[in-house]
Nanobody, 126 residues
Framework: VQLQASGGGLVQAGGSLRLSCAAS????????MGWFRQAPGKERDFVAA????????DYTDSVKGRFTISRDNGKNTVYLQMTSLKPEDTAVYYC????????????????????WGQGTLVTVSS
């Protein structure tokens, strides 16, 4: 199983980026996919998650209304559209997938995720 994250970069505050996470090696139709981020010197935190089966989503409060997580079944890819970016969004962003999960579940705990991508750096300048 491989998760390949991409799309990070340097952007000014107020700008946008779209992260992609391409999944391969198995079917994820019964999985949840999540995005986490880790800022320098801090722990890895939950950002957003989507249940692959029903498409339901969940977001941490600090990104609600600014970030959108979505999936493309045909491409086996999950996206994180980030808008109105702030300097405090600066972090390495990781995508993750559960092996299986219940219908509609979107776990927030990183310990519920079984597969991880390599991370992509997002830097937001003020």
């Amino acid at each position: 199983v491989q998760l390949q994250a991409s799309g990070g970069g340097l952007v000014q505050a107020g700008g946008s980026l779209r992260l992609s996470c391409a999944a391969s090696g198995r079917t994820f139709s019964r999985s949840a996919m999540g995005w986490f981020r880790q800022a320098p010197g801090k722990e890895r935190d939950f950002v957003a998650a989507i249940n692959w089966g029903d498409g339901s989503t969940d977001y941490t409060d600090s990104v609600k209304g600014r970030f959108t997580i979505s999936r493309d079944n045909g491409k086996n890819t999950v996206y994180l559209q980030m808008t109105s970016l702030k300097p405090e969004d600066t972090a390495v962003y990781y995508c993750a997938a559960t092996q299986t999960t219940g219908w509609g579940r979107r776990p927030r705990s990183q310990f519920e995720y079984d597969y991880w991508g390599q991370g992509t750096l997002v830097t937001v300048s003020s």
